[in-house]
């Protein structure tokens, strides 16, 4: 992956970042090849790709992790620190702790005169503290501008320390997309821990790739899901650890949760390791679960197991499934979330008899437009705001679009007095079979109880002026 994926993900083909107009069009566009890149005049905000690469391993076991970087770089690692959290008590651990964060700290001297004296203090710090197996080193926009050699500090320093030092290079403005964060952080794991060396594989050991935001009940749930063909999952890299990432090369397949989280590593296996995977979707929804299903039960040849299994699942969830459809058929939807999550989702509503007025999401790539193809022959010519955290436009389109539900992280939307739930939940289930009547009757239970946010919406301000609201929501987006 090294050699041949730079970690940008705007160097794959096909891939746009700021986008605004019907599902319709974007779809007959794409296959026209008339999408050309664009770029906003104003933005609100954006997720950089160093946060993602935080996530991503925050959880490891035996590890500190070191930002090169302003202390307000790692401002968001909060919500991964609050997921590992919720996550040790999900898992039974008494003593619950934060994972290890140290921040450089560069400054406005360090600007001018460098910071690698800093990080080689932040290293020896963290081996003599904490005594860690792995010590992780994240690069940030600041040290890619001063021009840090941060692979050579880390060469001098491994000599002396026990930990192995990994660098991270994810300065944020290497790239638009998030997703790319995740990249980085794998081309560092096949690089210093894999190395490219072989191992005895192991029966029926499969990798199973999962972000920071899947729950616990979502991992036992995808876990039983997967005993019932006969396989043992590698659950990584989340609540992972050294022993685990070394066992990757053993397996005899691979798969992820997440539809966007680890597909060019798992390349990077079948390329230099042999290991089959799976590629499909986020098994949120009966379809997508199916598919889901299909997928890996194919790669480990137990494709006419996984038809009886799926038969069995129907029939114990979907007379359950028409309860929650009696509630929430015909209800208006807008969602909000992540490449991969924000589809699946929105396949969800099938399950439902919901109707789909407006998607918001940060990346459409080649899988996004399989997915619009899709959705567009389930639902209405639907509204699509391709944007990295861009809350101005969601509001609008909001305002206009006037669901009666909103999918997605609830900061904003609640304000309005709309029903609110979200399926980026690290704390409950959305996933797989349970997961879907879980997450159904949550929603349904929003639209029944509004009263939050309808009390909200009269305390709580917008900080936008009435006049946007009749704004045209994509007039920032130029080219």
């Known amino acids: 992956m090294g050699e041949i994926y730079s970690g940008i993900r705007e160097s794959r083909p096909h891939t746009f970042n700021d986008l605004g107009d019907t599902s319709q069009n974007l779809e007959q566009d794409f296959n026209k090849g008339c999408l050309k890149k664009a770029d906003r005049s104003f933005a609100q905000g954006l997720q950089c790709q160093q946060i993602n690469s935080m996530a991503a391993l925050m959880s490891l076991d035996d590890s500190v992790f070191i930002a090169h970087s302003p202390q307000g770089c790692i401002g968001c690692t909060t919500m991964a620190t609050d997921g590992f959290r919720v996550g040790q008590a999900h898992r039974g651990v008494k003593l619950i702790k934060n994972p290890r964060i140290i921040v450089s700290n560069i400054d406005q001297n360090d600007v001018v005169f460098g910071g690698e004296k800093k990080l080689q203090e932040a290293i020896v710090y963290a081996g003599e503290r904490y005594n860690p197996k792995l010590i992780f080193i994240f690069t940030s926009c600041a040290s890619g501008i001063i021009g840090d050699d941060v692979d050579a500090v880390i060469r001098d320093l491994q000599q002396t320390n026990k930990a192995l030092l990994i660098p991270i290079h994810c300065e944020g403005f290497k790239s638009k997309v998030c997703a790319s964060g995740f990249d980085a952080a794998f081309i560092s794991i096949a690089k210093y821990i894999l190395n490219k060396e072989k191992t005895e594989k192991i029966p029926n050991l499969i990798n199973l790739f999962a972000p920071t935001t899947v729950s616990y009940k979502d991992q036992l749930e995808i876990e039983r899901m997967l005993a019932t063909l006969g396989v043992e999952a590698n659950y990584i890299p989340f609540y992972s650890s050294l022993e685990k990432i070394k066992k990757i090369p053993a397996a005899v ?9 680890a597909d060019e590593f798992m390349q990077e296996l079948a390329d230099v390791y ?3 995977f799976s590629h499909t979707v986020m098994p949120i929804g009966v379809r997508n679960t199916d598919k889901w299903f299909r997928g890996i039960a194919k790669i480990v040849g137990k494709a006419s197991e996984a038809e009886k299994i799926i038969e069995q699942e129907h029939a114990r969830v979907l007379p359950e499934i028409a309860k929650i459809k ?22 969800l509503l099938e399950d439902f008899g919901m109707e789909l007025v407006g998607l918001e999401t940060p990346t459409y790539d080649v899988d996004a437009q399989i997915d619009i193809e ?5 639902h209405k010519n639907f509204v699509v705001d391709i944007a990295n955290m861009q809350p101005f436009e969601q509001i609008n389109l909001v305002k206009r679009l006037k669901p ?3 999918i997605g992280v609830p900061t904003w939307a609640a304000r309005l007095g709309i029903p609110t739930t979200h399926v980026l939940d690290m704390k409950r289930p959305t996933m797989g079979y349970d997961g879907i009547l879980y997450l159904g009757n949550k929603i349904a239970d929003q639209v029944d109880n509004p009263g939050f946010n309808v009390k909200l919406a009269k305390h709580a301000r917008l900080p936008y002026r009435e006049n946007w609201y009749t704004e045209n929501p994509f007039k920032y987006i130029e080219g």
């Open 274 to 276: 042999d290991i089959p």
């Open 404 to 406: 009666d539900v909103f």
């Open 253 to 261: 397949a691979s798969t992820s949760i997440c539809k966007v989280f």
């Open 374 to 378: 899709y959705l567009n022959g389930i």
């Open 326 to 347: 009696k509630r929430l058929q015909g209800k208006k939807v807008f969602i909000c979330g992540g490449t991969g999550r924000s589809f699946a989702a929105a396949a």
